[in-house]
């Protein structure tokens, strides 16, 4: 079932997948993203959980009461409504580039041929989107740069990275909320902690909000 | 009224489970919860559980009882149960007292054994639930899991235990949903999944469930990168290299691997009880079938 260009799909006998795109762009981004929180904000009966990544947006629902075709029925006409939601927050996250907070900050910045002061202005000189959560516990993706910020990721994986850790690759930055394996360069840390299981919710940035990097030093 | 359980021996992967940390996908944790959920539910309602926790363990567990006595209902799977030496029912509860050692050991199946308890844990609750995520090492005791010398504290009354019929058990293939990139793969490769055999590997535990595809259904069949999305339990990931993956209750919360199949809820806990070794076929179902016989286990 197709509407804009959407994808109502089963994921197994409990969700629902809408699907906007079948490769990451930031269109198909800002949309998924919308949708979810228009469907946050106007619950649907039956649906127990809404959770968006980055072109797609699952709809977890009880499957003992809702009927999976009447729930889609109701998607699909709220995704002709085509909500874009703004106003979201601006987030400050002070940052230490380099040094052993940022140990790959060198090879990154000459990598794009900058100096690695240009390189953190040419970082830090636009806010981002939060893109996606949900990789790991407060695990933010961040995006995006533009083209001539773009580098692939590492040949291989750093087995662990510790929470704070500042993450950069495909033209996005990601923040670590918790020690985590990651193939990502590792360019700064932060004294920021995206994850506090003592709250309710855990996380303070949400899909949507925008986030501005300062340097610490 | 407080009974001590003191754990004198546990297997891997012993944890303390309830019904779930659900809602908390988008924050990057997954539900965990009992990996056979009907028997973490059936050995609840033999205990006349008082809260909705209690102990998964795999090949063994010893504990001994301390203060006041307490029922203990235990199901899931087939394990050999002791009390004091003698040997127990399974599945089946009973009222234990100060001094009294329950020892469990391997039976002839399943993986996943669960003991509930006519009165509550005394355990706090993490961000809605009791439930360890091994994953996100929350919940439970300290996020851990259960080993010698750690000691659980139960605290309340219970509800009259209920006389439950054992589960007659379902046989045949594990039923499944196509999945969200099914349409990634071949005719041929699908048609060959769904009649195919594979084995349960060794590598299994609470995040996913490795298979052996001795037919080689998968090889070659390798799919470019995808935008990862969030993931549910029982979703059948292919890996690159053409291992299939089925992802269980600790599940990692978002992937990148395409997913050829979701095996549905009814079947999940049938799946969780395999052991490494035992052959599996899969049958693809409709979600209106799926839903049906949920409905029908009321």
């Known amino acids: 079932m197709t509407q804009d260009r959407a994808t109502i799909m089963p994921l197994g006998d409990s969700a629902l997948l809408v699907r906007f795109s079948d490769t990451l762009d930031d269109e198909a981004n800002r949309r998924a993203v919308s949708f979810a929180h228009a469907l946050e904000n ?40 085509n909500p874009v939601v703004g106003d979201n927050h601006l987030h400050r996250i002070d940052v230490h580039f380099g040094g052993e907070d940022g140990p790959d900050l060198e090879d990154v910045a000459s990598k794009l041929d900058l100096s690695t002061q240009a390189f953190v202005e040419h970082h830090n000189a636009a806010s981002l989107r939060v893109l996606t959560t949900g990789f790991a516990p407060g695990f933010v993706y961040c995006g995006f740069h533009p083209e001539h910020m773009v580098v692939p990721r590492r040949a291989s994986v750093r ?24 193939g990502w360069h590792v360019i700064g840390r932060t004294s920021f902690r995206n994850f506090d299981p003592a709250r309710m919710p855990p996380t303070s940035l949400r899909v949507g909000d925008l986030v501005e990097f300062v340097s610490a030093g | ?26 924050h990057g944790i997954s539900a965990s919860g009992p990996m056979d959920r009907g028997a973490f539910d059936r050995a609840g ?48 509860s009973t009222v234990v007292s100060k001094g009294d ?99 349960v590997s060794a590598a299994m535990d609470r995040m996913s469930v490795r298979l052996i595809d001795a037919e080689n259904v998968f090889k070659g069949a390798s799919i470019l990168s995808l935008v990862s999305e969030p993931v549910m339990p029982g979703d059948i990931q292919i890996l690159g290299d053409g291992t299939p993956i089925v992802l269980m209750r600790d599940h990692q919360p978002t992937g990148g ?23 599996v076929a899969f049958a693809p179902v409709t979600v209106e079938h799926a839903h049906q016989l949920l409905r029908s286990s009321l």
Not at chain 1, 54 to 62: A, F, P
Not at chain 2, 6 to 16: K, N, S, V
Request: proline fraction near 7%; include cysteine.
């Open chain 2, 1 to 26: 009224m407080t009974t001590l359980l003191q754990i004198e021996r546990a297997g891997p992967l012993t944890t303390i489970q309830d019904h779930g940390r659900f809602g908390l996908l988008q």
């Open chain 2, 101 to 199: 050692c329950l020892s469990i050991i391997p039976g002839p199946s399943g993986v996943y054994g669960y003991l509930r308890f006519g009165k509550m844990l005394e355990l706090p609750s993490v961000l809605g639930s009791r439930a360890t995520s091994s994953r996100s090492r929350l919940g439970g005791l300290g996020g851990r899991m259960l080993q010698a010398g750690n000691e659980l504290t139960l605290i309340g009354e219970g509800l009259p235990p209920q006389h439950i019929t054992d589960d007659p058990g379902t046989d045949g293939p594990i039923r499944f949903i196509w999945g969200v990139h099914s349409e990634h793969f071949s005719r041929d490769v699908r048609q060959h999944f769904a009649t195919a055999t594979f084995r």
């Open chain 2, 257 to 279: 691997y395409p997913r050829i199949g979701t095996v549905i809820s009814a079947d999940l806990d049938r799946f969780a009880q395999l052991r490494s070794g035992s052959s």
């Open chain 1, 159 to 182: 087995p662990l990275v510790t929470a704070g850790s500042i993450l950069f690759a495909a033209g996005q930055t990601a923040i670590a909320a918790t020690d985590i394996p990651t």
């Open chain 2, 45 to 92: 309602r033999r205990a006349g559980a008082a809260d909705d926790s209690g102990i998964e363990f795999t090949q063994t567990l010893d504990l001994t009882v301390a203060g006041e006595p307490v029922r203990i209902g235990w199901d899931g799977g087939v394990f050999r149960a002791r009390i004091n030496g003698l040997d127990v029912p399974w599945p089946h």
């Open chain 1, 42 to 81: 106007d619950a649907i009966e039956h649906v127990l959980d809404v959770v968006p990544s980055l072109v797609s947006v699952l709809v977890r629902y009880d499957p003992r009461k809702a009927n999976p075709t009447r729930l889609a029925g109701e998607l699909s006409l709220r995704l002709r409504a």
